[in-house]
């Protein structure tokens, strides 16, 4: 007997954990590939997990009630010869149904059969297509994500139970199908194939079979670039609020619109704003990254992934006129009041802020609260000294040759920046989106934001550090230094205004050890 151990699936993209809500096998009792093993319950859905191959349930590792971390045994199963798809790493996919339908003679030891529509979930009738993961003529292994399907509750990935390829999909993005109808032509080898009497054998269909309803997307992004990819509590959220569900910057995994992306689209700054996430989705201590004027998440890319791995569950937006958040910034009150809706003092979040950014996270704090820690690097606002020459300059983008020379004051590392890589951020700041915000800021060559009072306030109530780089050619380190004795200050001798471009091991670290012990 080949006796091996189950372990927690990821039945949704963002769940963590999951409640076993029953076992469908008992111990002792043999099953096929594709029978349901057991139930749970997500923070979204109902889900039955069907088994990646044919085994018997020796013992149930845990029961009904039991909240169950992702990665968590779960059973032991007897492969009874068989292969092993569980220690494959098999186990641990997305769940969904098996691939079943009518066999069409292939070529050799293959077979061509329907592909059909899964049930992800007890009370599912029926699911919207939201893309297509493999493409047309492309093999695939046992576990690997073919398509991910929306239903009523939930959004899920769909896994092959068995490897195969791509003949011929038969509906596309958008369409909504029922359960046990056709959604592509698969090759399989024949051993593969199910067999008649073997459980999820499916009914007889043609290839030229219409499996779906066709549907008009719901909005001119989603006819566009696909369907909107949302949850249904967000579009839901949406629809009672008459809030084009389109309109929203999505924060979830791959862009998907969460519930809270709608919540602080209707608070009032006009949208949600674009972001990148790195690390843990759910569990992790959240900390939430500012870039500067001039700047995007993407600045913030080689220190969110160092975060991530180090357990922190880490959020980068871009702010308004920056990046890919579509809402414009004419002031510093405008970046205040979007930075401000991405808090929560119901959820509150480490602030990690740059420059300008940093600015905005003391304003946001001081006023709103939801902030567990603030760190600032390189921060402005808190002295007259700034170069206007870099604010102005950045702001008109006349060449990508000139923007160069604008980057290269920020940190030595641009230096190395490709042909590529320069002529992307001219052309982003080209858009002349920043106009407005850097005259606000910097008025007859000097700085017009002023949050020292705030900071030394705040310092008072929160744990506060300062990062700052001793080559800073924007804005004066030395500022940073007086404000408050409870500041913990950092400085670092060889670098510039980027303190996380040019000692990124340093400043990860500082960050990682105070983070999470605050």
Known sequence: MTTVTLTMPRLGETMEEGTVSGWLVAEGEEFARGAALIEFETDKTAVEYPA?????????????????????????????????????????????????????????????????MPRLGETMEEGRIMGWMVAIGEHYERGASILEVETDKTVAEFPALVPGRIVETLVEPGD????????????????????????????????????????????????????????????????????????????????????????????????????????PASGGTPV????????????FDQLGKALGRAGLSVRAVDLPSHGKTDVRA???????????????????????????????????????GGVTSLTLIAPAGLGLGIDAEFISGMARAESAGAVGHWLRRLSERAETFSREIVSGIHAEL??????????????????SVNVRTDLAVLAGEIPVRSLVGMQDRIVDWRDAIDVS???AIHVFPRAGHMPHWDAPAEVATILEKELHHV
């Open 288 to 299: 939430l990254l500012v870039h500067g004027f001039g700047g995007d998440r993407l600045t």
């Open 176 to 279: 909504m199908v029922k359960v046990d109808m056709p959604i592509a032509r698969i090759e399989v080898a024949r051993s593969d194939a199910p067999q008649d009497g073997e459980t999820g054998e499916a009914k007889t269909s043609a290839p030229e079979t219409q499996a779906a309803t066709r549907q008009p997307a719901a909005s001119a992004q989603a006819r566009a670039g696909g369907p909107v990819r949302a949850t249904p509590l967000a579009r839901r959220a949406a629809r009672r609020a008459g809030l084009d569900i389109a309109s929203v910057s999505g924060t979830g995994r791959r862009g998907r619109i969460e519930l809270a992306d709608v919540e602080r689209a209707l608070a009032g700054h006009g949208g949600a704003l674009a972001s990148e996430s790195w690390g």
């Open 430 to 447: 080209a858009k002349g989106r920043l106009a407005d915000l850097a005259q606000d800021i910097c008025r007859g060559g000097q700085q």
């Open 52 to 116: 990646l191959g044919a085994g018997r349930l020796v013992k149930q590792l845990v029961s009904k009630g039991d909240l169950v971390r992702l990665g968590e045994p779960i059973a032991e199963i007897d492969l009874m010869g068989g292969d092993d798809w569980v220690s494959s790493g098999d186990a641990t996919t997305d769940t969904a149904g098996p691939t079943k339908g009518s066999a069409e003679e292939g070529q050799g030891d293959t077979v061509v059969i329907d592909l059909l």
């Open 485 to 487: 004795p409870a500041i």
């Open 330 to 368: 004419r002031n510093f009150e405008d970046i205040v009041a979007a930075l401000r809706g991405e808090l929560d003092p119901r959820r509150p979040v480490h602030l990690v802020g740059h420059s300008l950014g940093a600015a905005a996270c003391v304003a946001a704090a001081a006023r709103h």
